[in-house]
């Protein structure tokens, strides 16, 4: 009681009541940190996982089986389809039927008196015209046509075909996009990691500068700092031009995979391969094209197709034979029938009968000049056909040498980093101890940083040339269904 009573103590026990009450608070506020960390981690690590990483692969089927060229493509054949249906739809019948109906005279049966014929019809008035109708019809059968339908029919086989394999050609050139802007996502981050590894190198000769600064040090001089800004301009630039290249050629992969803007993805490599791979001779590569290549069975088949186009068309100049159903049904109810086979009443008769026929063109030069222009653009896929074999050869042995090229280019750059590389370290152990210049080190740095852009520029043109030369050569890259 006494301790209560006492001013002193009060003020102590009020003095622990609030060290109670602020832990109570502290230790609730520590509470919601908590919370908000491990809500926050577990929304970072949803995020993570809702984010798919996708393989080079991966990006190739998606592109391939979400591409609206490649459906572009498919629409095309769709017509050339329907161009086939049309040239069997006319091995059928074909039915042509006529209807007609207006006002007529009525009229009665001629009668004989005397040996003459008399017509005892009322007159021409408003009052004696009655109404008709009139339905004539033909139905006809082709027989023989000199090969007009059969060769059409070819001629559309064949080109439904040649549309099939544009629909190769175009997967073969989306492979070789995704291909180009996935080493070049590779590059761009490679890049960013460079400058930024090239920014901590300044970073820290700035830092020695400054300590042999303060020291006093004979080998370094208050300008070396300009120096070390002067040098890293190009780095910085350098990294600018990464992020702004990786940014680019996201979105474009984004696109071509046919994402919603809003989901992103990442991609399973962060180094460019730089595995040599062992070529085979040029001369296989370019018998591989001759024989897989789409363009070259595109041709095949637009060949075909022009060659039954002329045969078509010189067929045109021959008759075509079938067989005819005629018919003719007509009625006016104020006119009397009349069963007379001489005499036809083209408003009052019915009648119907079979008959064969022949249908022959002729014309002056029209025909000829068709066919003339048939065969011109036949001989003009031939010449196509003569300049993409020499073409794409080139093209094979083109790419091949450029593989080789940059092989040799990545293994040199590839010892050149290292030794710019040690060259650096050496040059920065001499400057500590005083016998280096940050001249040195500084060259060292940028020689380094050059050694180490031209070997990622090397490793991208070495992947891309490989994977043109996959396309030059016909390979199907892609896993999806035909």
Same mark, same amino acid.
């Given at each position: ?110 009668? #004989? ?16 015209? %009655? ?30 075909? =040649? ?32 400058? #930024? ?35 890293? =301009? ?10 702004? %290249? ?25 180094? !460019? ?44 100049? *021959? ?61 003009? !896929? ?5 300049? =993409? ?26 010892? =050149? ?18 016998? %280096? ?24 043109? *070495? ?20």
């Amino acid at each position: 009681m006494r301790f209560f009573n006492n001013r002193k103590g009060r003020f102590a026990m009020l003095k622990i009541y609030s060290s109670i009450r602020l832990i109570q608070v502290l230790g609730v506020i520590i509470g919601f940190g908590l919370i908000f960390i491990f809500q926050g981690e577990a929304l970072a690590e949803k995020q993570k996982q809702e984010r798919p990483v996708l393989s080079l692969q991966q990006l190739i089927d998606m592109a391939v089986a979400k591409s609206p060229e490649i459906d572009e493509s498919r629409s095309k054949i769709d017509v050339a389809k329907s161009n086939l249906k049309q040239v069997k739809a006319a091995y059928y019948p074909q039915i042509d039927i006529t209807g007609v109906t207006g006002p007529v005279n009525d009229t009665e049966e001629p009668i #004989i008196i005397n040996n003459k014929i008399h017509d005892p019809s009322p007159g021409t008035s408003l009052s004696n015209t %009655g109404i008709f109708g009139r339905l004539d019809f033909t139905v006809k059968q082709p027989i023989y046509t000199f090969g007009k339908l059969f060769n059409r029919e070819e001629a559309a086989k064949s080109g439904i075909k =040649a549309r099939e394999f544009d629909i190769v050609k175009k997967k073969a050139e989306i492979v070789f996009r995704v291909k180009q802007l996935y080493y070049g996502l590779i590059l761009a981050r490679q890049g960013i990691n460079a400058a #930024i590894d090239a920014e901590n190198f300044f970073d820290d000769a700035r830092r020695r500068i400054i300590r042999l600064l303060k020291l006093d040090a004979e080998n370094v001089v208050e300008s070396d700092l300009y120096r070390i800004d002067a040098f890293r =301009a190009g780095s910085i630039r350098s990294g600018a031009e990464a992020e702004k %290249g990786a940014k680019l050629t996201h979105f474009a992969l984004k696109s071509l995979i046919n994402l919603p803007p809003e989901t992103e993805f990442d991609i399973i490599e962060y180094a !460019l391969p730089t595995n040599d791979k062992n070529l085979a001779e040029l001369t296989n590569y370019i018998q591989k094209a001759s024989s897989e290549r789409p363009e070259f069975k595109q041709l095949k088949e637009a060949l075909n197709a022009q060659e039954f186009q002329v045969k078509a068309v010189r067929s045109d100049r *021959y008759p075509s034979f079938f067989l005819a159903l005629e018919g003719s049904l007509a009625g006016a109810p104020g006119r009397d029938k009349l069963d007379n086979p001489y005499i036809n009443d083209e408003f009052n008769h019915a009648y119907a009968g079979i008959l064969a026929g022949l249908k022959w063109n002729f014309d002056f030069g029209i025909s000829c000049a068709r066919v003339d222009k048939a065969q011109a653009e036949y001989r003009k !896929l031939l010449y196509t056909r003569d300049s =993409a074999k020499r073409n794409i050869s080139i093209h094979v042995a083109k790419c091949y040498h450029e593989v080789l090229e940059w092989e040799k280019a990545v293994n040199a750059y590839r010892k =050149a980093t290292a030794a710019a590389r040690k060259w650096l370290i050496a040059a920065i152990a001499d400057f500590d101890m005083g016998i %280096g210049t940050a001249q040195n080190m500084l060259n060292a740095i940028e020689k380094y940083g050059e050694n180490k852009g031209r070997y990622l520029e090397a490793a991208l043109n *070495y992947n891309i040339s490989q994977a043109e030369l996959i396309y030059a050569a016909g390979v199907k890259d892609w896993q999806v269904c035909e």
